[in-house]
């Protein structure tokens, strides 16, 4: 270097980190765009979820309504069907769970045993069981011969489990939220 040149290195310090900034900032618009097409669509989280008026159901009667791909069966329990489901040994279940511990409490707190929320689908191969049918006058799988309870215990036939209750919440007294 000769002496009437000056030192740049301080110059060429702020032009390495200058550089190193616009390239990190350009890799993270870069990334940001990949990262976020990994979530789920708004579409799809409004299909996560749907909102059943429990009203519209007539005592006896029974719901059938498609959630995640799945059949929902919402039945409106007599008090005749709650009795027998109440009065079952929980001795005698193949996958022993006690009515009131499939039903989930209302907005009160209190649990209303007339409505029983389930995903109405067969616990040994998936298949869609006929409802008020069977030997205990609950659900009946034609598949394999499953039978389940009117509290959907599964009571005789191969499949291992009671059928599944899926998440659900209860928004007002006669509303409630699946998903």
């Given at each position: 270097m000769s002496d009437n040149q000056p030192d740049d290195g301080s110059k060429r310090d702020f032009i390495f980190l200058a550089t190193g900034a616009v390239a990190a900032a350009g890799g993270?618009?870069?990334?940001?765009?990949?990262?976020?097409?990994m979530g789920k669509a708004a579409d799809t989280l409004a299909a996560g979820s749907i909102e059943i008026d429990l009203s519209k159901i007539a005592e006896g009667q029974q719901l059938k309504m498609l959630w995640r791909g799945k059949p929902?069966?919402?039945?409106?329990?007599?008090?005749?069907?709650?009795e027998v489901a109440e009065a079952v040994e929980l001795t005698e279940l193949k996958d022993p769970e006690a009515d009131?511990?499939?039903?989930?409490?209302?907005p009160s707190g209190a649990v209303n045993q007339k409505y029983l929320?389930?995903?109405?689908?067969?616990?040994h191969f998936g298949c869609v069981p006929v409802g008020e049918a069977g030997d205990f006058e609950g659900w009946y799988c034609p598949c394999h011969g499953s039978h389940y309870d009117t509290s959907g215990r599964i009571r005789k036939g191969p499949a291992p489990k009671n059928m599944?209750?899926?998440?659900y919440e209860y928004i007002s007294d006669n509303v409630i939220k699946v998903g």
């Open positions: 993270a618009s870069l990334a940001w765009p990949l990262v976020a097409q929902v069966f919402v039945r409106h329990r007599t008090a005749a069907e709650i009131v511990d499939r039903l989930i409490a209302g929320v389930m995903v109405g689908v067969c616990t599944v209750i899926p998440p």
